[in-house]
Structure formats: C-alpha cells, structure tokens
C-alpha cells in the first residue's frame, strides 16, 4: 500500500464528506457480490484504521479536516447571505408613508442592528446648529430604537449621487449646510405670488438591492440644508424651527416617507403652529422602520440607488 497517495485520497474522502455529507463510492470489485453501502462515517473510520497511521500524520489530517471544516461554513454562509426581513409587510397607515417598500410589501429601512455612522458640514450653519443636529438625532433615536454615532466634521456637500459606491464601507450619513449652486440637492427658490419660495432642506437614504429579491436596506444617506432659506426660521425646536426641518429631512433618511396630515413633522410643508414633537403617524411609521422590526442582512450582490 502506498500511504501517501492513500493519505491524499483519504483527504478528499473527509472533503467530500464535509461538503457533501456522502463519502464517495469506492470503485466495484466484480468478483464480489454487491453489499449495502455503510455509513459515511463508518466508511472513513474503517479506511483510517487501515492506514496505521503515525502521531504527526494523525495531526496533520486533523489540522487540515478543521481547515476544510472552516472552508465549508465561510462558503455557505456567504452563499446564504440574502436580505430576510420579518418586519410587518401590511401596508403603510393613515398619517405615514415610506420612501420605498420591497417587492414582499415590507418598508426598505436601515439594520437596526448596527450602528449609523453621520457627519456634520456646519460651515454655512447657524450658531447651535451643532445642538440641533444633535438634538433631532436623539428624537429619531427615541422612536426607532436606531443607534446613530457621530464621527465628527467633514467638508463634504453631498450631491444626489452621494454614497452610491457598490463596493466597500458604506460612506457615513452627512449633514451639511450648503446653498443651491453648491450642490444638485437643493432646487433653487422660485417666486411666487407670496413671495419667494423653495426647499429649505433634503433629505434620503442611500439603498442596497438584491437583485435577485429586490429587496433592499439602507446603507448611507444624506441630508442638506439650505443655509439662506433656514437663516430665516427661528432655532431650536418650536413651531416653524429650524429643528423641525431637521427632524423632518432624517425622518427621511431613515426610510419614512411625507403626510398632508399637518399634525405631523413628516408633512412636506413647514407649518407655522408645529412644533418639533413627533405626530401619532410620525410615531407609527419610525416604529416600523426601528429595532422592533429586527436585524437585517447586506446582500453580497447588489445594485446602489439614490432615493
């Protein structure tokens, strides 16, 4: 007997097996009458005992079998690895909407099982914009169960086609301050009968699909706001606030869509008696896009859309 090539055949025996479950068939002995096949792992235990094998040669099947073991799971996992949302497929609700749903009827939303990762612009903001950012941070944060963490400043103005990258480290959420000639993402003010009239803000996520499901998550976003409409509202969070744009345009990053309902922050217009406390509609639909909805999945596979 040749114990090496029998060593190398019984390599690929454990292989098979491991990724098989079957231990490959040994080749027919005419001679002999046909008998029913054993068990794979008896079949390899008997080819082992036969071999007589030595301490080292013991240790270097062992090592490898681990190794192949490895191998096995690291490919199924990734062969597995789809998006599999358990979040309530029912159709949005009266005071709420989303900016996307997959084809299953679920809303396109972020992993609430990880942390989203933001960055300010703040060189076109007023003074305290820092503490509102912060502040409409934590209101999102209260109604989801989403965790953001704050990575600090950044010169970036995002464009529509911001964090659309296919490949690599989803870049981080950016809130930034900037004027409708620095960036596509804000449409210049028209005059109108009452007078001038405009955007005072934008805001979206960035979604990964799977193009096999269509189904997506959301891995990045943005949000800009016009640093000359929004000098004119008053800070902080009361009616008609600059921390209720805020709070209006993130509603939007993290997947909600708008309302007429005027009780609530996500209706398109900024009404003068609204405060910045989220409405029954808001509170219903960030329920459905937060932690209660669980964990999701980044598809391997996928197409990059701006929303």
């Given at each position: 007997?040749?114990?090496?090539?029998?060593?190398?055949?019984?390599?690929?025996?454990?292989?098979?097996?491991?990724t098989?479950?079957?231990?490959?068939?040994?080749?027919?002995?005419?001679?002999?009458?046909?008998?029913?096949?054993?068990?794979?792992?008896?079949?390899?235990?008997?080819?082992?005992?036969?071999?007589?094998?030595?301490?080292?040669?013991?240790?270097?099947?062992?090592?490898?079998?681990l190794?192949?073991?490895?191998?096995?799971?690291?490919?199924?996992?990734?062969?597995?690895?789809?998006?599999?949302?358990?979040?309530s497929?029912?159709?949005?609700?009266?005071?709420?909407?989303?900016?996307?749903t997959?084809?299953?009827?679920?809303?396109?939303?972020?992993?609430p099982?990880?942390?989203?990762?933001?960055?300010?612009?703040?060189?076109?903001a007023p003074?305290?914009?820092?503490?509102?950012?912060?502040?409409?941070?934590?209101?999102?944060?209260?109604?989801?169960?989403?965790?953001?963490?704050?990575?600090?400043?950044?010169?970036?103005i995002?464009?529509?086609?911001?964090?659309?990258?296919?490949?690599?480290?989803?870049?981080?959420v950016?809130?930034?301050?900037?004027?409708?000639?620095?960036?596509?993402?804000l449409?210049?003010?028209?005059?109108?009968?009452?007078?001038?009239?405009?955007?005072?803000g934008?805001?979206?996520?960035?979604?990964?699909?799977?193009?096999?499901?269509?189904?997506?998550?959301?891995?990045?976003?943005?949000?800009?706001?016009?640093?000359?409409?929004a000098?004119?509202?008053?800070?902080?969070?009361?009616?008609?606030?600059?921390?209720?744009?805020?709070?209006?345009?993130?509603?939007?990053?993290?997947?909600?869509?708008?309302?007429?309902?005027?009780?609530?922050v996500?209706d398109?217009?900024?009404?003068?008696?609204?405060?910045?406390?989220?409405?029954?509609?808001?509170?219903?639909?960030?329920?459905?896009l937060?932690?209660?909805?669980?964990?999701?999945?980044?598809?391997?596979?996928?197409?990059?859309?701006?929303?």
């Open positions: 007997m040749d114990r090496q090539s029998d060593t190398g055949r019984l390599m690929e025996e454990i292989q098979t097996y491991l098989t479950g079957r231990a490959s068939p040994p080749a027919p002995d005419p001679t002999r009458p046909r008998r029913r096949r054993p068990h794979p792992i008896r079949a390899i235990t008997r080819r082992i005992k036969r071999l007589r094998l030595t301490p080292r040669v013991w240790a270097v099947l062992i090592v490898a079998g190794a192949a073991a490895l191998i096995v799971t690291r490919n199924h996992d990734v062969t597995t690895t789809s998006v599999i949302d358990h979040a497929a029912a159709p949005a609700g009266p005071g709420y909407s989303f900016m996307r997959n084809p299953g009827g679920t809303p396109t939303r972020w992993n099982c990880q942390a989203i990762h933001y960055r300010t612009n703040l060189d076109e003074p305290g914009a820092a503490d509102e950012v912060a502040a409409a941070i934590r209101q999102i944060e209260a109604a989801t169960g989403l965790v953001f963490v704050d990575d600090g400043s950044t010169t970036v995002p464009s529509t086609t911001y964090g659309q990258q296919a490949t690599g480290t989803p870049a981080p950016v809130i930034a301050w900037a004027t409708p000639d620095q960036t596509d993402g449409s210049a003010p028209v005059l109108l009968p009452g007078g001038l009239s405009g955007e005072l934008r805001g979206g996520p960035v979604i990964r699909i799977d193009p096999l499901t269509g189904h997506g998550i959301a891995v990045s976003g943005s949000v800009v706001i016009d640093a000359t409409a000098a004119r509202l008053p800070s902080g969070f009361g009616p008609g606030a600059l921390g209720v744009v805020l709070m209006h345009e993130l509603g939007h990053v993290v997947g909600l869509g708008q309302t007429p309902d005027p009780d609530d996500m398109p217009v900024l009404q003068p008696t609204k405060d910045g406390a989220w409405g029954p509609g808001d509170l219903a639909g960030l329920a459905r937060g932690s209660a909805s669980g964990c999701l999945r980044v598809p391997t596979s996928r197409v990059v859309v701006g929303i």
